[in-house]
């Protein structure tokens, strides 16, 4: 499989900020050095992958737990 077919997934990007997901190529694919920004909040946006679900912004129970276990999910990713 060549490198080329990886550029037609989108991420999903989360603001913990704003409680917002959006879909966005990711960094790799479209040769940007510097991270994505919230259109909202200005603030960074997280890089969750391609088969993340984004929860709705109503639900802060899964929020808070999203917040509280992403430490430990970055952590593992880098390792990778």
């Not at 997901?21 to 200005?42: D, T």
């Amino acid at each position: 499989m060549s490198y080329g077919a990886f550029q037609n997934y989108k991420h999903t990007f989360i603001c913990l900020e704003c409680r917002k997901g959006f879909k966005k190529p990711s960094l790799w694919a479209v040769g940007r050095r510097s991270e994505w920004v919230c259109p909202q909040c200005k603030g960074i946006l997280i890089d969750m992958g391609i088969k993340f679900k984004t929860p709705k912004m109503s639900d802060l129970k899964a929020w808070n737990n999203l917040a509280l276990k992403l430490p430990r999910w970055l952590r593992q990713y880098q390792k990778n």
